[in-house]
């Protein structure tokens, strides 16, 4: 069965400080793929990346970086210099080919940035 | 502008009184979908449709009940609403299912059953 566990359930920091949340994720397939979204307040979900299975390359995308280990079923994400602006809820889910009719999320780690 | 759309997006209702949340989409996907997200839980999928008529439960199907009588339509309805139903709602589209293309949801819903 796929699985999601985001470890972290709150974190609050300073602005400007660097900070990542956790995923790890369990599945049998060998093709999936791997998500992040941000639920700010305003209750949306944002999405932020589309990872797959055969891709280990890690990702920048200005301040927000992702490090995917499969030897670790790893899917983490960091920010960089962090804002008020990235206090939101994040949440990473897993889609794949045995679940394929569904993203399977972890539980959520909500981002306090503090000025 | 593509997007998914639902209504409304606040709601207080008794138990029992029958509701229906209405969920829009204009990119002509084929596979729709609702989660609930609920405090430590996550999203949960309740119901998910891989095209027109074709409909299947997900992990939390029970007191809810769907429909696809058209592409861009995938209304959640609740027969007799309870308590345990208050929570945050989601509709998604995606143009296939499988995780390799993009997931859009909507703004959500949110609702109280008193």
């Known amino acids: 069965a796929q699985k999601v566990t985001q470890a972290q359930t709150e974190i609050s920091v300073v602005e400007k400080e660097d900070v990542t949340l956790d995923c790890v994720y369990e599945?049998?397939?060998?093709?999936?793929?791997l998500f992040w979204y941000k639920q700010p307040p305003s209750g949306e979900l944002v999405f932020l990346i589309r990872?797959?299975?055969?891709?280990?390359q890690n990702e920048i995308s200005g301040r927000y970086s992702w490090n995917f280990q499969k030897s670790t079923s790893s899917f983490n994400f960091t920010i960089t210099a962090s804002q008020v602006v990235d206090s939101a809820v994040y949440f990473c889910?897993?889609?794949?080919?045995?679940?394929?009719?569904?993203?399977?999320f972890g539980q959520g780690t909500r981002l306090t940035i503090n000025p | 502008e593509a997007q998914v759309t639902q209504n409304p997006r606040y709601l207080i209702t008794v138990t029992g009184k029958k509701l229906t949340v209405t969920c829009s989409q204009n990119?002509?996907?084929?596979?729709m979908s609702w989660y609930r997200q609920d405090p430590g839980l996550g999203l949960r999928q309740i119901y998910y449709?891989?095209?027109?008529?074709?409909?299947d439960k997900g992990d939390v199907p029970e007191g809810y009940k769907v429909s696809r009588k058209e592409k861009r339509n995938f209304p959640l309805i609740l027969e007799s609403p309870s308590p345990n139903q208050t929570s945050l709602y989601f509709c998604?589209?995606?143009?296939?299912?499988?995780?390799?293309?993009?997931?859009?949801f909507g703004q959500g819903t949110r609702l109280t059953v008193v």
């Open positions: 990119m002509n996907h084929e596979y």
């Open positions: 599945t049998r397939d060998t093709t999936y793929y």
């Open positions: 998604a589209s995606s143009l296939s299912f499988g995780g390799n293309t993009e997931a859009f």
């Open positions: 889910a897993l889609s794949d080919i045995q679940g394929a009719q569904k993203l399977v």
């Open positions: 449709s891989m095209n027109v008529e074709v409909t």
């Open positions: 990872r797959n299975s055969f891709d280990e």
